[in-house]
């Protein structure tokens, strides 16, 4: 978690009168409206998905490692467990360097979740780990370090420069624009943890006052997306401090929750820790989804926290799904603390690299609750 800085107190006054200008945006949806697509997505579940093949975002979407086999064979798996619903990241870098190739393979990735009956809620930006993105080929894999190869979006570089971050707009706006009306999106995720500082791993290369940087550019994507007016809804998700009354909320909160069509989440604690978020964000009337859980250590587990959500109405989506290149396998302090062999306890993920389950007893949980029986 980032400390305060000083000044902070004159500072967030400002930042708090950019948070009410962005809730002002017009396009935002009503809660009508948003309770009319909570209707019509009725209990979404699913995980953060990433192929095993692809050590983060980049090495998903490039051209030259783009593993259509590898994604059509996981989201088979996806299938088996009832899932209908993936979160999956983005990154300008890959459109960069190829805008209509990279829009082709969202389509084709659109089209093989289709296919085993699965939409997909898109993330845009995202502010954990590597602060230095590059294009081209990925890093190999640091031996036993969890989610060694991520890598954020935008970089320090353009996120301390406002002329590149403006060249992020015709990115923004070129994918919305493509599949604003494509019912296989469930909805767009514009920032994920955008106040992260990512202390535990890469915070030495950090830009100084992150937080400041990105505060009026999240309500900026915000407005990008307004323009283009996709019939999906927007969404960013709170991921710490206190949501159980508007005074409690950091200036980053105010702009994620009073910009977001339906109110989104991070909770990695137990049952009842989760159960404190999801009524902390029922003042909002808006659907509820927790777009990363599941920390088997941290004792947030799918039994019984899937439950819990299902019971709430809310959807779900775990961190992981086949153990591969992100390994993330390894606890969060494997940035600190060093590892020689698999963890006795997986941190997140629920299948091996051969579809086997890491639990047969989760996955038959997980069946249990989606209603998933598996084929015979």
Known sequence: MIGLHKGWATWGVA????????????????EEQAQKWGVEHPWLVGCNFSPS????????WQAASFDRAGIDRELGWAESLGFNSLRVFLHSLAWQQDPQGFLD??????????????????VFFDSCWHPEPKIGTQPAPKPHVHNSGWVQDPGKAVLQDPAAFEQLKPYVQAVAKRFRNDKRIHGWDVWNEPDNGNDSSYGALEPKGKV???LPKLAQVF???REVNPSQPLT??????????????SPM????????????????????????????????????????????PAGSTFDPNLGVMKNAGVAAYNWGFVAGKTQTIYPWDSWKKAYTAEPPVWFHDIFRAD???YLQKEVDYIRSVTAKLPAK
């Open 53 to 60: 093949s692809a050590i983060n975002q980049l090495e998903m």
């Open 355 to 357: 579809g086997t389950p």
């Open 212 to 214: 400041q940087l990105v």
């Open 223 to 225: 407005a990008w997306l």
């Open 105 to 122: 393979r969202m389509d084709e990735f659109l089209a093989l979740a289709d296919k085993h009956h699965i939409g997909v809620l898109f």
């Open 253 to 296: 909160d105010r702009v994620q929750l009073e910009n977001s069509d339906i109110i989104s989440f991070h909770a990695y604690g137990d049952a009842g820790a989760l159960t404190q978020r999801i009524e902390s964000l029922r003042r909002y009337g808006r659907p509820i989804l927790c777009t990363e859980y599941m920390a088997r």
């Open 236 to 249: 960013s998700g709170v991921w710490k401090g206190d949501w159980t009354a508007d005074a409690k909320l």
């Open 15 to 30: 930042v708090m009168m950019i948070a009410g200008a962005a809730a002002a945006e017009p396009g935002r949806w009503s």
